[in-house]
């Protein structure tokens, strides 16, 4: 193995690598070496735009010092301590932090290690708490297509991306999904939420009658659909799967591991839309992606459902070994910390505007069929080349890195999410970046 500033591993084999062409990659490896603020280092020297806040998760920015700071000190105090019957000062302190952003009503968190294990979690509260209630009968799980909810067992149940489920049999039983809002021939180019889909949220009446909403525990779904290229709810969808949930007795659990932490303009994208679920998920933006954690925040009412019963008696069996792990706790509470004294959670509203002009300048490039955009989030659609799906994405993206970008891409779509602190400049030179990387060639 090279030394840290030449940082490039003699020998790739060992590492299999994740959502990953292996092959490719390790016949031209991509190699970050350092980050600040905006930018990554590459272990050849070249500085790369950060359009992708890493993978959704770095909302701060890179290497932010109260973040650094704050695992410094935790790993020199109290490395790990034990969930399991006894606590540290922290993951209380951290809870009631969160509690204070998170919309009314959300009084308790469990902890997690990532967006995966977030939902897993979500989804047994939800089958549990129908069965403390004295419901055990409600135990069938409602998804999305072309949702994305990590990838355990649970998440990609209720999940509808078919390539993330295809290869691993059948499943949870007793899972149903209500069709995807993607309508892009009436919508194409839409800046903000689109007119035209709001109904199809009545699909959900439809199942609940097919299975009969006394066998129905709960409903999935992510407020804006991202890793499966970015579709945003139409007008009135969210409201209308309240209804329905609420009118039936079904919990509605929203996935904010990519929306959650400022992404929309608001802390939570259950505020954005003013619609509030049962349970919210959350990941990503936590630890601002620096340590894995992740959080469910519960509604008073579930949480106080379990707390019945002898004193002595666990009241849910469920948790993780690093659940409120201290040295995430402290990279959680100092990424509040610089959330809170840069407004970060509120920046992406005043910062939308303009986001939204610039990636809609690009309507007129080559091979673009349509544009989507809300708070600090874009996707950019492209037309597939024929006979070989998401190659032309994949080259864009391939091609951008070439050039000191990073951009995401998901199908034929580029999909970008960059730190909350990004500038009026920045967004320029990342729009600009794109139009060069579609109009030389792709």
């Given at each position: 193995?090279?030394?840290?500033?030449?940082?490039?591993?003699?020998d790739?084999?060992?590492?299999?690598?994740?959502?990953?062409?292996?092959?490719?990659?390790?016949?031209?490896?991509?190699?970050?070496?350092?980050?600040?603020?905006?930018?990554?280092?590459?272990?050849?020297?070249?500085?790369?735009?950060?359009g992708?806040?890493?993978?959704?998760?770095?909302?701060?920015?890179?290497?932010?010092?109260?973040?650094?700071?704050?695992?410094?000190?935790?790993?020199?105090?109290?490395?790990?301590?034990?969930?399991?019957q006894?606590?540290?000062?922290?993951?209380?302190?951290?809870?009631?932090?969160?509690?204070?952003?998170?919309?009314d009503?959300?009084n308790?968190?469990?902890?997690?290690?990532?967006?995966?294990?977030?939902?897993?979690?979500?989804?047994?509260v939800?089958?549990?708490?129908?069965?403390?209630?004295?419901?055990?009968?409600?135990?069938?799980?409602?998804?999305?297509?072309?949702?994305?909810?990590?990838?355990?067992?649970?998440?990609?149940?209720?999940?509808?991306?078919?390539?993330?489920?295809?290869?691993f049999?059948?499943?949870?039983?007793?899972?149903?999904?209500?069709?995807?809002?993607?309508?892009?021939?009436?919508?194409?180019?839409?800046?903000?939420?689109?007119?035209?889909?709001?109904?199809?949220?009545?699909?959900?009446?439809?199942?609940?009658?097919?299975?009969?909403?006394s066998?129905?525990?709960?409903?999935?779904?992510?407020?804006?659909?991202?890793?499966?290229?970015?579709?945003?709810?139409?007008?009135?969808y969210?409201?209308?799967?309240?209804?329905i949930?609420?009118?039936?007795g079904?919990?509605?659990?929203?996935?904010?591991?990519?929306?959650?932490?400022?992404?929309?303009?608001?802390p939570?994208?259950?505020?954005?839309?003013?619609?509030?679920?049962?349970?919210?998920?959350?990941?990503k933006?936590?630890?601002?992606?620096?340590?894995?954690?992740?959080?469910?925040?519960?509604?008073?009412?579930?949480?106080?459902?379990?707390?019945?019963?002898p004193e002595?008696?666990i009241e849910?069996?469920?948790?993780?070994t690093?659940s409120?792990?201290?040295?995430?706790?402290?990279?959680?509470?100092?990424?509040?910390?610089?959330?809170?004294?840069?407004?970060?959670?509120?920046?992406?509203?005043?910062?939308?505007?303009?986001?939204?002009?610039?990636?809609?300048?690009?309507?007129?490039?080559p091979?673009?069929?349509?544009?989507?955009?809300?708070?600090?989030?874009?996707?950019?659609?492209?037309?597939?080349?024929?006979?070989?799906?998401?190659?032309?994405a994949?080259?864009?993206?391939?091609?951008?890195?070439?050039?000191?970008?990073?951009?995401?891409?998901?199908g034929?779509?580029?999909?970008?999410?960059?730190?909350?602190?990004?500038?009026?400049?920045?967004?320029?030179?990342?729009?600009?970046?794109?139009?060069?990387?579609?109009?030389?060639?792709?």
């Amino acid at each position: 193995m090279s030394n840290r500033l030449n940082a490039t591993p003699n020998d790739l084999r060992a590492f299999w690598m994740p959502f990953t062409s292996n092959r490719q990659f390790k016949k031209e490896p991509r190699m970050f070496v350092s980050a600040k603020d905006m930018h990554y280092k590459t272990h050849d020297g070249r500085t790369v735009l950060d359009g992708t806040a890493g993978l959704w998760c770095v909302n701060a920015g890179h290497c932010r010092p109260l973040i650094t700071e704050a695992i410094r000190e935790q790993a020199g105090e109290l490395d790990y301590a034990p969930a399991f019957q006894l606590g540290h000062p922290k993951a209380f302190e951290l809870a009631n932090r969160l509690v204070d952003i998170a919309p009314d009503g959300f009084n308790h968190v469990l902890y997690t290690n990532s967006g995966s294990e977030s939902v897993d979690t979500a989804l047994k509260v939800a089958l549990a708490y129908h069965r403390v209630k004295g419901d055990g009968a409600r135990s069938r799980l409602i998804g999305r297509e072309r949702g994305y909810h990590g990838v355990n067992f649970g998440g990609i149940s209720v999940g509808g991306i078919v390539s993330n489920r295809k290869m691993f049999g059948t499943l949870l039983s007793g899972v149903d999904h209500m069709p995807h809002t993607h309508m892009p021939d009436r919508n194409a180019f839409t800046k903000g939420e689109p007119e035209h889909g709001g109904d199809i949220a009545s699909e959900l009446e439809r199942i609940v009658t097919l299975h009969d909403a006394s066998t129905i525990a709960a409903v999935i779904v992510e407020p804006v659909a991202g890793s499966t290229g970015v579709l945003i709810p139409p007008k009135g969808y969210l409201q209308k799967l309240r209804e329905i949930c609420t009118k039936h007795g079904i919990l509605l659990i929203f996935d904010e591991v990519i929306t959650g932490y400022g992404r929309l303009g608001t802390p939570f994208a259950a505020q954005y839309f003013d619609v509030m679920p049962d349970m919210i998920v959350t990941a990503k933006g936590l630890t601002n992606g620096v340590i894995p954690m992740g959080a469910v925040f519960v509604t008073s009412e579930i949480h106080d459902a379990f707390m019945q019963g002898p004193e002595h008696m666990i009241e849910f069996f469920h948790g993780y070994t690093y659940s409120g792990n201290p040295i995430a706790s402290a990279a959680a509470i100092a990424t509040l910390d610089t959330y809170r004294d840069e407004g970060l959670l509120t920046r992406a509203a005043t910062l939308a505007p303009y986001w939204e002009k610039a990636l809609h300048g690009l309507r007129d490039c080559p091979h673009v069929i349509d544009i989507r955009n809300i708070g600090l989030i874009g996707a950019i659609e492209l037309a597939p080349i024929a006979g070989e799906p998401t190659k032309r994405a994949f080259s864009a993206f391939l091609k951008a890195y070439e050039n000191g970008l990073l951009i995401r891409t998901t199908g034929d779509t580029i999909a970008l999410s960059p730190p909350l602190i990004i500038t009026e400049a920045q967004i320029d030179e990342l729009v600009a970046g794109i139009r060069h990387v579609l109009e030389t060639g792709i």
